[in-house]
């Protein structure tokens, strides 16, 4: 089994070249600027150039196209933008080699409510976003197929070790979560 580590807007940095290692030994990384390594000032510029250059649908369809081609059985972990981009096409996704889908604060799926994922996808959301509610979103996704919710007592961006929002607690106690729904998940057993 492999992990597919897809990245939030800052894209691939040491920190997640560190939690891919955390995860397994088998982990490939998508991120939205093509392997190329960015040295973001902070957040704001981070979001500008992931807006200005890349986009959720653009994002989305490098995301598409790594999954079509995923060739062992696979566990997708996707943060923020990457969760948002993963969860747009998550209805499409026919390959059989994807066997569960994590989710990290994917803010932008209340723009695409009407998604009903393939795939077992447990969703983990921030305690609270200044742009909506989180209480409102977790209530409208609650009865999706395939969809498991968790709202955490942490901020977006508690994993992303660049995010004024980490938490070094709740990253070690989400990466041991991850690791127990792998190692319980039904297709374990097969």
């Known amino acids: ?13 040491p920190a997640v070249s560190g939690l891919a290692n955390e995860l397994s ?7 939205p600027y093509n392997t190329e390594e960015q040295n973001f000032g902070d957040e704001a510029q981070a979001y500008q150039t992931f807006m200005d250059k890349v986009g959720i649908e653009t994002y989305a369809k490098q995301v598409s ?12 972990v996707a943060f923020s933008a990457g969760a948002s981009a993963l ?21 932008q ?10 795939v077992e996808s447990y969703m983990i959301y921030p305690s609270e976003e200044t742009h909506f509610s989180i209480p409102e979103l977790v209530t409208k996704l609650a009865f999706v197929p395939n969809v498991k919710l968790e709202v955490s007592q942490y901020k977006h961006g508690f994993m992303n070790k660049l ?5 070094a607690e709740g990253y070690r106690m989400y990466v041991q979560q991850i690791d127990d ?10």
């Open 87 to 107: 969860w747009s096409v998550s209805e499409r996704i026919t390959n059989a080699n994807v066997r569960l889908n994590i989710l990290f604060y994917a803010s």
């Open 163 to 167: 995010s004024d929002n980490f938490s």
């Open 25 to 31: 030994d088998n982990t490939i990384i998508i991120d």
């Open 65 to 76: 196209k790594v999954v079509a081609g995923l060739a062992v059985p696979t566990v997708i």
């Open 1 to 13: 089994m492999q992990f597919l580590l897809i990245t939030d807007i800052f894209g691939r940095t």
């Open 109 to 118: 799926v209340r723009h695409f409510l009407a998604v009903k994922p393939a």
């Open 181 to 190: 729904l792998v190692s319980t998940h039904q297709w374990q057993s097969e």
